[in-house]
């Protein structure tokens, strides 16, 4: 079955740099691979997703690359600001109901 | 829209006692999921129902789970008897459809459930 794995588990940056967070799939069939953020005490929520016909997207201070023969994608985050500060998990599916999240990565934003 | 709605909130119960979680999807999202989150395991899928149908309770760990959705507003995820390792944080979370090749799932607040 698919596997991903995140990296790192932890991540600190200072406020205004940017911060990577890199995910790895193993089903070759995945085809959609979304990001969500969870704040503490909080559900997860979407924060940007991308489709295997994609190669890279962009929302404001947020960026997804997906790279199909290697079969990693990952987040990117700009000018990142205290509020970004929570735990963001990756996730693969085959375009059916399922996600196989990873494990996550607690990102701090220094002040 | 007031989101995806579970309760309780926080839940302390005692080792053998049945605990029910509840929730409400969103309204016209005919999908639902129940989550289960923890520190050694993560995010593991329990339980997906479309149409108020099970169809996918693979994840489901025991006998002792059992998950309903009467109707399109309402599933409860039911243990019993509950034991200290069921203790973790449980999302639903509902989506519709759309897009082919995978659709937002939108996650509930969850409940935080303590069984000592």
């Known amino acids: 079955g698919e596997n991903v794995e995140q990296h790192p588990s932890t991540l600190s940056v200072q406020e205004g740099d940017s911060a990577v967070i890199k995910c790895t799939y193993s089903?070759?069939?995945?085809?959609?691979f979304p990001w969500y953020k969870q704040e503490l005490g909080k559900g997860p929520q979407l924060i940007i997703d991308?489709?295997?016909?994609?190669g890279e997207k962009k929302d404001q201070r947020i960026a997804v690359t997906l790279n199909k023969t290697a079969k990693h994608f990952s987040l990117h985050i700009t000018e990142t600001q205290p509020e970004d500060s929570a735990v963001y998990f990756c996730?693969?599916?085959?375009?059916?109901?399922?996600?196989?999240f990873g494990t996550g990565t607690r990102l701090k934003v220094l002040a | 829209d007031a989101g995806v709605i579970q309760s309780p909130r926080h839940e302390v119960t005692e080792m053998g006692q049945e605990v029910t979680l509840r929730c409400k999807p969103i309204?016209?999202?005919?999908?639902l999921f129940w989550y289960r989150q923890t520190m050694m395991r993560g995010l593991e899928l329990l339980i997906y129902?479309?149409?108020?149908?099970?169809?996918?309770d693979s994840g489901m760990p025991e006998d002792r789970f059992s998950a309903k959705m009467p109707n399109a507003s309402f599933s409860t995820l039911k243990i019993q008897p509950s034991e200290p390792r069921d203790s973790a944080v449980y999302f639903c979370?509902?989506?519709?459809?759309?897009?082919?090749?995978?659709?937002?799932?939108?996650f509930g607040p969850g409940t935080r459930l303590t069984v000592l």
């Open positions: 979370a509902s989506t519709f459809p759309g897009l082919a090749g995978g659709n937002e799932q939108f």
């Open positions: 089903d070759s069939a995945s085809n959609y």
């Open positions: 991308i489709r295997s016909n994609v």
């Open positions: 996730a693969a599916s085959t375009g059916t109901y399922k996600y196989i």
């Open positions: 309204s016209g999202h005919n999908s």
């Open positions: 129902f479309n149409n108020n149908v099970p169809i996918d």
